[in-house]
C-alpha cells in the first residue's frame, strides 16, 4: 500500500470518528468507502445512533412529571366506575433521582425517593432496592407492571407526562 492511500485511509477514518462523535448516520458510508468490512460498518451505525439518545431531554421535563393511571371498566375498590383513575405520579430529576408519589387516596401505594436510568426503550428506576422497568410507549406515554407499584387487580398502569 502506498504512502497517498494509506493517508486517504486515515483521513477517511478520522472523518468517520468524527461523524460518529457528532451522531451523524453518514459516518456508515464514509466508513464502507474507505475499505472496512460490511460488519465493522453495521456495528458503528448501531453506536453512534444509541449515543445519540439522551434520557434525561427524552424523561426528565423541568416542573412536569409523569402519572400512572389504570384503565378501569367498572367499579372498582378505588371509586372509580368506568375511564382511568389516577394512581401514581413520578418525577425523573436531571441528576438521575427521581421521586414516586401516590394520587390522593391511595397512600397505601409505593412511595419514596430513587434513581433511574433509561434508554430509547425504557427506564429503570430503584426504589428501596426494588427495580421498576417503564416502557416506552411513544414520545408522551409509558407503561409499567401495576404490581410493582402495589396496585392490585390490574395489570398495567399507563404513565403519561404532565
Given at each position: 500500500m502506498d504512502i497517498k492511500k494509506i493517508a486517504t485511509l486515515g483521513l477517511a477514518l478520522a472523518l468517520?470518528?468524527?461523524?460518529?462523535a457528532c451522531g451523524s448516520g453518514s459516518s456508515a458510508s464514509t466508513a464502507t468507502d474507505a475499505g472496512s468490512s460490511t460488519e465493522a460498518t453495521a456495528t458503528d451505525t448501531t453506536a453512534s445512533s444509541?449515543?445519540?439518545?439522551?434520557?434525561?431531554?427524552?424523561?426528565?421535563?423541568?416542573?412536569?412529571?409523569w402519572?400512572?393511571?389504570v384503565e378501569t371498566t367498572e367499579a372498582t375498590a378505588y371509586g372509580t366506575a368506568g375511564g382511568t383513575e389516577a394512581m401514581e405520579d413520578i418525577a425523573?430529576?436531571?441528576d438521575g433521582t427521581c421521586t414516586l408519589t401516590p394520587c390522593s387516596g391511595h397512600e397505601d401505594l409505593l412511595t419514596g425517593e430513587g434513581t433511574w436510568e433509561g434508554d430509547a426503550s425504557s427506564v429503570t428506576?430503584?426504589?428501596d432496592g426494588?427495580?421498576?422497568?417503564?416502557?416506552?410507549?411513544?414520545d408522551n406515554t409509558l407503561s409499567a407492571?401495576?404490581?410493582?407499584?402495589g396496585i392490585e387487580g390490574f395489570d398495567v398502569v399507563t404513565f403519561v407526562l404532565y
Open positions: 468517520a470518528t468524527s461523524l460518529a444509541d449515543s445519540g439518545f439522551d434520557a434525561v431531554d427524552f424523561y426528565y421535563a423541568d416542573g412536569s412529571f402519572r400512572g393511571s425523573f430529576l436531571e428506576v430503584t426504589i426494588a427495580e421498576i422497568v417503564f416502557t416506552a410507549v411513544d407492571n401495576a404490581a410493582d407499584f
